[in-house]
C-alpha cells in the first residue's frame, strides 16, 4: 500500500542529531538558520554568555564558558576529528558574527602540520570557514608543540615559538584574531604582539570559550 502524503511528509522532517545522533527537531530555529541538526538535549547544553573583556587593549568576544559540554564538543571535533561538528560551534550565529566583523581579515591561531595531518583539518580554519569568512594563515608554529603541556612559564614565551608569514597581508586591514580555547592568553597575546608590528588598520578578538580560571584575569 503506498504511503500518504502526511507519512511522507513525516519521514522528510525526521532528522538526526549530528552530536547524539538521536532524533532532531527539523523546526528548531537552530536547525533551521544553520542547517545543521541538533536535537533539543544537546541544543539546550549550549549556553552562551557572549562575555567581553580586553585583551593587551583590544576588544575581545568569547561566545562560551568552558564547561562540560563545550569542552566535549570540543574534544570530539578537535580532538577525535569529527568534522561533522564544525557547524555547531557558531553557525547558529553566522549572520549576526559576519555584521559585528564585515570588512574584517580572520587570522585563526596556528596548529602544527602535524597535527593538521593528523587529524584532517585545521579545527580553528573550519569553524570560520564554514560562515564564509575569508582567513589568511599568516601566523604559524615554527615546530610541533602542545599549548596545553607548556608551563606557565614556557607560555610567556610562546611568541618565540610562533612566526609570521606574509605579513603584509594585514597591513592596512581590519583582522580578527581568532581561537577555540581561551585559558592563560598566551597564544593570542603573543599573535596580536607579532601582528602589531605589520600596522593593522584595528584589530580585536573573538574566541570560541574561556575557561574560568583566575589566570584569564588581566
Known sequence: MPSSPASKESK???????????????FTLYNIVSNFPLC???????????HKE???????????????????????????????????FIRRYKW?????????????????????QERGFNHVEEIFKSCGFKL??????????KQSSLSAKDRQGVKDKLEVVNGSQVTGKKILVVDDIYTTGSTIKAMINLLETYHPRKIKIFVISRTKSRENEL
Open 12 to 26: 522528510r522532517r525526521t532528522l538526526t542529531c549530528k552530536v547524539c545522533f538521536n532524533k532532531a527537531n527539523e
Open 54 to 88: 580586553k585583551i593587551n587593549g583590544y576588544p575581545a568576544l568569547f561566545i562560551y564558558e568552558y564547561d562540560d559540554a563545550i569542552r566535549e564538543l570540543i574534544y570530539k571535533f578537535k580532538g577525535c576529528g569529527d568534522y561533522e561538528l564544525k557547524d555547531v
Open 96 to 116: 549576526y558574527l559576519r555584521s559585528l566583523y564585515s570588512g574584517y581579515l580572520i587570522v585563526p591561531a596556528p596548529s602544527s602540520d602535524e597535527s593538521n
Open 136 to 145: 589568511t594563515k599568516c601566523v604559524r608554529k615554527k615546530y610541533n608543540f
Open 40 to 50: 533539543d538535549e544537546c541544543l539546550n547544553k549550549l549556553k552562551p554568555t557572549w
